[in-house]
């Protein structure tokens, strides 16, 4: 798809348009780099890549907010060796990738219980996102050490502290302690490698997105793909419960 195809997109009528807020559960590192005999690491690196693109083309698409699922609560799970690559791998990335996001006027932020990583760690991402916090372009949202799950603890403890009575606990109450109470609604998910699930992604702010699975693995996706996932958004008749 060209560029022109951009504003065919944002004229569709009676569609939904061009999804303010994208999320992306990148999934199918692994199962690349085994299709290729290669270590899984392997696959995380072109998921990189892959990511680099994807950025790329939702600042083609007008997207506000690109939200993508790096790490979850649960993939401490893994292999401490596999733990360990991929924590080398953000932190290569955003060496390598901050000067050219932060040029491109892309603003960073990010979701989940991120300290978990170690101080130094959560102070190069602390860093990136004070360097890109007047950036007006995109929104690029890494989720680190994120659940859903865990997010609505954390929402639900600062409601507590807080002092909120029962009665002024409201669905504006909690969405104001979630990790992405700054953050437009979420319009589109997308989960690459074709398993249908969430996998305790997003939970709470998924309740009116659409839903949209590829069986693209995550190193295979790329602009088309973006682009092919918001056309057919456009063309979803979104209710939101009414008519
Ligand atoms: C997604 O790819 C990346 C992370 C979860 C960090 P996977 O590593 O889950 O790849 P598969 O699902 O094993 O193919
Ligand atoms: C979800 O993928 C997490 C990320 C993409 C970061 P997983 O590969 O961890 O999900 P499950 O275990 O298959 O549900
Ligand atoms: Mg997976």
Same mark, same amino acid.
């Given at each position: 798809?060209?560029?022109?195809?951009?504003?065919?997109?944002?004229?569709?009528?009676?569609?939904?348009?061009?999804?303010?807020?994208?999320?992306?559960?990148?999934?199918?590192?692994?199962?690349?780099?085994?299709?290729?005999?290669?270590?899984?690491?392997?696959?995380?690196?072109?998921?990189?890549?892959?990511?680099?693109?994807?950025?790329?083309?939702?600042?083609?698409?007008?997207?506000?907010?690109?939200?993508?699922?790096?790490?979850?609560?649960?993939?401490?799970?893994?292999?401490?060796?596999?733990?360990?690559?991929?924590?080398?791998?953000?932190?290569?990335?955003?060496?390598?990738?901050?000067?050219?996001?932060?040029?491109?006027?892309?603003?960073?932020?990010?979701?989940?219980?991120?300290?978990?990583?170690?101080? @130094?760690?959560?102070?190069?991402?602390?860093? +990136?996102?004070?360097? &890109? !916090? *007047?950036?007006?372009?995109?929104? $690029?949202? #890494?989720?680190?050490?994120?659940?859903?799950?865990?997010?609505?603890?954390?929402?639900?403890?600062?409601?507590?502290?807080?002092?909120?009575?029962?009665? @002024?606990?409201?669905?504006?109450?909690?969405? +104001?302690?979630?990790? &992405? !109470? *700054?953050?437009?609604?979420?319009? $589109?998910? #997308?989960?690459?490698?074709?398993?249908?699930?969430?996998?305790?992604?997003?939970?709470?702010?998924?309740?009116?997105?659409?839903?949209?699975?590829?069986?693209?693995?995550?190193?295979?996706?790329?602009?088309?793909?973006?682009?092919? !996932?918001?056309?057919?958004?456009?063309?979803?008749?979104?209710?939101?419960?009414?008519?």
């Amino acid at each position: 798809m060209n560029a022109a195809s951009v504003s065919t997109l944002q004229a569709s009528d009676g569609g939904a348009g061009v999804p303010r807020h994208v999320a992306i559960i990148m999934d199918g590192n692994g199962r690349w780099a085994k299709a290729r005999h290669l270590p899984r690491i392997a696959g995380h690196r072109r998921g990189a890549e892959a990511v680099r693109a994807t950025i790329r083309a939702a600042g083609e698409l007008g997207i506000e907010v690109l939200t993508l699922y790096a790490f979850s609560s649960e993939n401490w799970r893994r292999p401490e060796e596999e733990v360990s690559d991929l924590k080398g791998l953000l932190r290569h990335y955003l060496l390598a990738e901050l000067d050219e996001l932060a040029n491109n006027g892309v603003r960073l932020k990010i979701i989940g219980d991120y300290r978990r990583f170690g101080p @130094d760690l959560a102070a190069m991402l602390d860093n +990136a996102v004070a360097r &890109t !916090a *007047d950036n007006a372009s995109t929104t $690029l949202v #890494i989720a680190l050490n994120y659940g859903a799950q865990d997010e609505i603890v954390r929402a639900v403890r600062a409601l507590a502290q807080d002092g909120v009575a029962p009665a @002024d606990i409201d669905i504006p109450a909690i969405a +104001a302690r979630l990790d &992405t !109470a *700054d953050l437009p609604p979420l319009d $589109l998910l #997308i989960r690459t490698s074709g398993e249908r699930r969430l996998s305790n992604f997003l939970l709470w702010q998924a309740a009116y997105a659409e839903l949209l699975f590829v069986d693209t693995l995550w190193p295979d996706f790329g602009r088309d793909d973006l682009f092919a !996932a918001v056309a057919d958004y456009g063309r979803r008749d979104r209710r939101f419960g009414g008519l």
